[in-house]
């Protein structure tokens, strides 16, 4: 069968090693893809949100299922393109993905099923925002509503920097429309756990758990960022709070979507705060992660495609996950500057030296062809995974698989994974 990728990061890297990996599959696409995936797909030049374009791409090549691992083309309404063309397409319609679109939607839904989640109040006005947060206790959250590529969260410590806060947003737009309306929240305390879980309409099923490290330095110091590496499984999600999860988070949140008309197909993926008072939901997205795809799919043991196709089919009941028994990390390589302003175009030497490892991977990020070699060309550069058979190999394994690549101004976190030694 013929399987085409939208979307061109690491997240899509991995997804396309795994299905490269299925016996059922002679050839992979990816749209608009990257350097590195371009070694096991045909990059197509069209961009993740010409739905149009990729539908007509999809019916002339006779492609047979169509993954989409961005945000963005997801909560455009992607798949209801694709569906309306009787397209086979794993992702959810635009009425489900507006759980990770607007966080005033998943705010209310949680409210209004009784999913653990932290306190908060919605606002379309800043005055009424800015009068709000006279009265509050700090340290406190602001959140854009819309997508903001991980970045339209502010944690304030007082008013003034509330104040600023509610500027940035409402007033000044930083993160454009995603602004328009702004949700405060109550700052919650604990590890934070992303969980991402297949679901086929009315079945939910947990994948294992990872740890993203979304702030830019170490010491979980600078600006956030999409996640500068990841490790799984986290040994602070015990079985004890995986029952709880799928009790009162995973299975209510599914369902709610139903009771709400919203069927979700797809990737819902919970980002977890392990609080005093027990788990609570931070936020949802609505697909893989990005770097935690890399360290959960080199992990799974299942064929991908049998687990996309009983997702679309409503048979996901009759799957069961597995994973290894082992653990992964991945350090993502970024641009210096990153995640404000960067260069790109620097030749990146050494990954060649990955071709014989075993157990290592360099997913691409943000790479491209020039003149023949291959070159930053985004933040996030290079998703540098290696697996171990336990936490504290695996991290020793990908830091030392850091050092076969090189390009000028890389820079990385050199803690990812720290707090397995807290564990
Ligand atoms: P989000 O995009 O909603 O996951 O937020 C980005 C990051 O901000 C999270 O990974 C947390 O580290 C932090 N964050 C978000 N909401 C809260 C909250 N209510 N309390 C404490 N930290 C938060
Ligand atoms: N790594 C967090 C995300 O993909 O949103």
Redesign the pocket.
Known sequence: MKVLIVGSGGREHAIAHKVALSSQVDKIYCAPGNAGISEIAECVNIGAMEFDKLAQFAEDNGIDLTVVGMDDPLVGGIVDVFESKGLRVFGPRKNAAILEGS?AFSKELMKKYNIPT?A?ETFEDADKAIEYLENSNY?I?L?ADGLAL?K??L?CNNFEEAKEGVKTIMLDKQFGSAGDKLVI?????GR?VSVLCYCDGTNIKPMTSAQ?H??ALDGDKGL?TGGMGTFSPSPFYTEEVDEFCKKYIYKPSIDAMKAEGRDFVGVMFF?L?LTPNGP?V??YNARFGDPEAQVVLVRMKNDIVDVFNACIDGTLDKIDLEFEDNAAVCVCIASGGYPVSYEKGFEIKGLDNFKDKEGYYVFHAGTAFKDGKIVTNGGRVLGVTAVGTDLKTARANAYDATKLVEFDKMFMRSDIGKAIDEA
């Open positions: 966080k932290a908060y340290p959250v959140k991980g339209g969260v944690i929240e109550e700052f919650m305390t934070e993203d979304k702030r956030n980002g705060m609570k931070l936020e």
